[in-house]
């Protein structure tokens, strides 16, 4: 039996580079963001706090060139964003 293990990774909102994928009312649901691919890996979870909120809790589906995609299909309340600066 092959036994795997998730990671989580967190995020302070006021800092965190993001560019929107795909949204829903004004809110991405589907993100890239930069990330460690010696550390983390697909099927690791993301969450981006804003202070004790959870704007952002979802799932890695893919890490290609150190840009992950994570999405959140049922509760984000992260803002559309188009450019990771």
Known sequence: MEVSF???VSFD???FQYQTV???NDRAVT???QIDEKLYSPGDVVVV???SD???H???RAIENGLALASDP???ALPVKNLIS
């Open 6 to 8: 998730c990671k989580t």
């Open 13 to 15: 909102f006021e800092n």
């Open 22 to 24: 795909s949204a829903e």
């Open 31 to 33: 993100i890239k963001f």
């Open 49 to 51: 706090l804003k202070g």
């Open 54 to 56: 959870v704007v952002f």
């Open 58 to 60: 979802g799932m890695i």
């Open 74 to 76: 049922r509760g984000s």
